[in-house]
């Protein structure tokens, strides 16, 4: 069992920075390749980034490659999601997501966890 806990969103300006976290507990999480998905309104859930239990391999969507970092610290136990030049596009619910095997994916179904989400509002 894994339970996500995510932090660090809010209301910034385009071309701001913010860096999300993800506080995980279960003894299995440093076994799990990590990922990032968003929601906006209106729109399907979306992949945003993956990592693998080792933090390599990460793994982006095209549109936020260059400005979004995704990283872990298994000792922590936390993921991170770096985002810079933020877009007024960023805007959504980001959630964290622990998935079921070691191999990163783009795939909601590959994840078993999800956190409640965080709130990330990007103003023009």
């Known amino acids: 069992q894994v339970q996500l806990v995510e932090s660090g969103g809010g209301l910034v300006q385009a071309g701001d920075s913010l860096r999300l976290s993800c506080a995980a507990s279960?003894?299995?999480?440093?076994?799990?390749?990590m990922g990032w998905f968003r929601q906006a309104p209106g729109k399907e859930r979306e992949f945003v980034a993956a990592?693998?239990?080792?933090?390599?391999?990460?793994y982006y969507k095209e549109s936020v490659k260059g400005r979004f970092t995704i990283s872990r610290d298994n000792a922590k136990n936390t993921v991170y999601l770096q985002m810079n030049s933020l877009k007024p596009e960023d805007t959504a619910v980001y959630y964290c997501?622990?998935?079921?095997?070691?191999?990163?994916?783009?795939?909601?179904?590959?994840?078993?966890?999800w956190g409640q989400g965080t709130q990330v509002t990007v103003s023009s």
């Open positions: 279960g003894r299995t999480f440093k076994s799990k390749a």
């Open positions: 997501a622990a998935s079921s095997t070691i191999m990163v994916s783009a795939s909601a179904d590959d994840y078993d966890y």
């Open positions: 990592v693998t239990w080792s933090a390599g391999s990460p």
